[in-house]
């Protein structure tokens, strides 16, 4: 008897639709809230947001952000500020992907993408490095280090004041 119970319940289900997806060929919708991958912004004119203050690494609670800042020059800028992040390291073991770098940062540098897929065969490679970080310029866009003539003021940067 129980042979035929356990037969009705396999042929009932044979005939329903299945639940699995077929990841990667289809991939399920995610909340709008999801927070993946950590991305570092540029600028319009290709100038790194980042200004190296470490107040993603002090709001991180798990510690996995490290930031080492910096002094800009006129021949070699990488951010509007004085400063720039020389170092700018996140151990993607160690984060919760809480967000709370995201909403430290007052630049908007460090934004959470979409990106889910990370996987790493070392754990050296599981620490993201700034050159694995930042935005690439977009087309037309000049890359970092730039070259400024001395006391230069950029009116396309919106934190920037005129210095006059």
Known sequence: MNLIRGFQTTFRH???E???IQYPEEMRPFQQRFKGRHE???YDNGLEKCIGCSLCAAACPADAIWVEAAENTDEERYSPGERYARTYEINMLRCIFC?????????EAIVLTREHRLSFT???DAIYTREMLIETPAEGQSDT???VAPGAFDRSIPDMEDPE
């Open 145 to 147: 280090p730039q070259q």
């Open 122 to 124: 070392d754990r050296r």
């Open 99 to 107: 967000g709370y770098c995201e909403d430290a940062c007052p630049t």
């Open 40 to 42: 570092l912004k540029r």
């Open 14 to 16: 044979v005939l329903e």
């Open 18 to 20: 299945p639940v699995t």
